[in-house]
């Protein structure tokens, strides 16, 4: 018999933009999955109005700044680097599936859902890459910050 549980290890990734323009555009953010099924919950926290966009099966055509993990699980964790990559910047290459646009009414925190409410998780594919496009509509310069917070799933 198998059974889902969540895997030892969790991370986080975050990236900030303390005075991004108006019509600016976040540093767009890659989220490439390895062979595992992680999931990943996404936080944005806006000093302005602005919105979000996420794809699914985006290329990268320059490699960006990678994200490094940080290890959520100081007590069980075994260290292992996360079958994740997220990177900020680079040059994008969208050929995807628009998954979702969200309005951020700032200032605000909030969790990203799409249309699945705001605390799901997002179970992404196996090895494929996803983007989030922020774009600052507040009239003026303002902050703006990405939290990826994710897992793998194990079968025990």
Excluded: H
Aim: net charge negative; glycine share 12%; proline share 6%.
């Amino acid at each position: 018999m198998s059974r889902y549980k969540e895997s030892s290890d969790a991370w986080s990734f975050s990236s900030a933009s303390l005075a991004l323009a108006d019509d600016g555009v976040f540093p767009p953010i890659i989220i490439r999955s390895g062979a595992g099924t992680p999931r990943v919950r996404i936080g944005v926290s806006a000093g302005g109005n602005g919105s979000l966009q996420m794809y699914e099966g985006v290329a990268m055509t320059t490699s960006g700044t990678l994200i490094s993990p940080i290890q959520r699980n100081r007590v069980t964790g075994d260290g292992s680097p996360p079958d994740v990559t997220v990177r900020s910047g680079g040059t994008l290459r969208i050929s995807g599936t628009l998954l979702f646009t969200e309005a951020l009414i700032g200032p605000a925190k909030e969790q990203v859902s799409g249309a699945n409410g705001p605390d799901e998780e997002w179970n992404l594919l196996p090895n494929t890459g996803y983007a989030l496009l922020i774009t600052n509509l507040s009239g003026g310069a303002a902050p703006f910050s990405v939290m990826i917070d994710c897992y793998e799933e194990t079968i025990t």
